[in-house]
């Protein structure tokens, strides 16, 4: 068998230099004598690995020094509840732009610990643009400011993000961080799953301003509460050693690239293939209002429900897998993270081509 190309929205492709890698300190890390997996979190030598860990990807992003980064576990999804309970101890008010279904979620949380003004939502449409902001709309006194970058499911992104002044912007970047430039200091928290950009699932980073540590509820238990984790150096208890050390090989790997921005150029090209040749199609459409496009994840449909089933069936016998549409959507979509080389995305419009021609 050899390797497929995985479209994937999570957990995703990951670069095959890194996992070769990987493969070849599996057993013994340097002259830890040990495999990674299998030692402590405490040892010098896991420490040199999650401060190299944290050095890169401030590197990469260029974080601010007055913003802590925390490798937690938990999964994006835990996020929705962590951050109402660290940030709405006093005034417990919300603003929040609704883009689909992770915003969904995340709203369900806010409810439970404060009141929820939605600013703008794009629900009229299936969540297929970003929605334009009305600035009258916004709380004066909002606690924080919440969105999601990248709307993994439904396909779309933030070009520009709202202007929200003294109210922390919060993001949910899951599927987008590291894609492509972004000025963190913009932000009060940026959160991601690793799963789909970063590395393999079980780890879950937290960029967070130092203002915004120390203020949870009463009721926050420890493991929910910012304030022990940066104390702590993510290491209050055993954090996802394995997939910090994975995180690593990434962030390497993506230096090695040019960096963010070397990467952002790969993924700009990437997708322009794709929509450049779904747009030209008579077969395959976006749903997407195209300023919003989402460079990372994009779903596309054809012109029946049978021609897509066909797709779908005859796709993974080119060695394309995983283009199902959320199972909430349907049709296709084709996941194309930084790990997706350019040679996967053409391989892919070849692929939907002739299946244009054969169907015709
Ligand atoms: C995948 C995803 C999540 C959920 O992540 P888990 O790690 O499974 O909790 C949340 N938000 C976005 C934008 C995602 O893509």
Redesign the pocket.
Known sequence: MTRVYNFS??PAVLPEAVLKQAANELVEYKDAGMSVMEMSHRSKAFDDIIQSTETLLRELMKIPANYKILFLQG????QFSMIPMNLLKDNKKVDLIHTGT?TK?AMEEIKRYGSLNIVGTSEDKNFSYIPKIDKSKFSKDASYFYI?S???IEGTRYTAFPETGNIPLVA?M??NILSEVMDVSKFGIIFA?A??NIGP?GL?IVIIREDLIGKSMDITPVMFNYAIHAENKSLYNTPPTYGIYMAKLVFEWLKQLGGIPGMQKINEDKANILYNYIDNSAMFKSPIAKEDRSIMNVPFTATTKELEEKFLKEAPKAGLVQLAGHRSVGGMRASIYNAMPVEGVKKLVDFMKKFEMDNK
């Not at 999964?75 to 835990?78: L, T």
């Open positions: 929205a999570g999964g994006a999804s835990s992770w979620k999601c990248n709307n993994t949910d899951s599927s799953g799963q789909k699932a879950t």
